[in-house]
């Protein structure tokens, strides 16, 4: 085996791409390293097992073959890579799953909310309806010979004394006369749209409490049977 001395001895020079232009250099016997010898030396100079170099050119171009020679006194480019991982697929075990689960849920149901009727405001009940005496609906109108105006029977009979409670004019023999036309019309209102006068409320309330409770009929016993003649 010859004897190499220092004067066989030749050097590469790299620097790393993220360190600027420090020059390090790589010596080697002969003329020419390979590519792949080149980078486990860098590796094993810097002490860097977990990532992977590569060699550039002057152009930037990066050398693909371990096997390509190298000539001595050149300048490369060194480029750290993190190693990369081959990571396995995961694989989903879905035997038996219902992987249609998901959309068979029902969707929410939002109940509709409707928005609240306010109360039906009530009118005031015409004063055309009113007895002018007691201030209700009018209830057997009449009306009075001597002005031609209504109130009701009621009140005729309790306030006439001798004389017309509507003009004070006074009587004789003369008694208010029925007057039917007002009273269909007032029968027919529906009283249910306007706000009831306290005096009407009040002979409502009486008439319900005259009428009383609904009657019930006893329930019919067994019928009685026929007397038998003694033999």
């Known amino acids: 085996m010859p004897i190499r001395s220092k004067l066989d001895k030749n050097a590469v020079y790299f620097?790393?791409?993220?360190?600027?232009?420090?020059?390090?250099?790589?010596?080697?016997?002969?003329?020419?390293?390979?590519?792949?010898?080149?980078?486990?030396?860098?590796?094993e100079m810097k002490k860097l097992p977990k990532v992977d170099l590569q060699i550039l050119n002057d152009s930037g171009e990066v050398y693909t073959r371990d096997g390509h020679l190298l000539k001595r006194n050149i300048i490369v480019t060194v480029r750290r890579t993190p190693v990369q991982t081959q990571k396995k697929p995961q694989v989903l075990d879905l035997e038996g799953a219902d992987i249609f689960a998901p959309l068979k849920k029902k969707a929410k149901v939002v109940k509709k909310v409707e928005p609240e009727v306010p109360p039906e405001q009530k009118a005031p009940c015409p004063p055309e309806y009113l007895c002018p005496l007691c201030r209700g609906i009018f209830e057997n109108p009449a009306i009075a010979r001597c002005c031609g105006r209504s109130a009701c029977t009621s009140c005729f009979e309790e306030r006439a004394v001798g004389a017309c409670p509507l003009c004070a004019r006074q009587w004789a023999d003369e008694k208010p006369l029925p007057n039917p036309r007002l009273a269909e019309i007032v029968a027919s209102l529906n009283l249910d749209f306007f706000q009831l006068p306290a005096k009407t409320v009040e002979r409502q309330a009486a008439l319900r409490g005259n009428q009383g409770p609904p009657k019930t009929e006893a329930p019919a016993g067994p019928a009685a049977s026929p007397p038998v003649a003694p033999p």
């Open 15 to 43: 620097k790393f791409a993220h360190e600027g232009h420090a020059l390090e250099k790589v010596e080697f016997y002969g003329k020419e390293i390979a590519v792949g010898d080149l980078r486990h030396t860098i590796a």
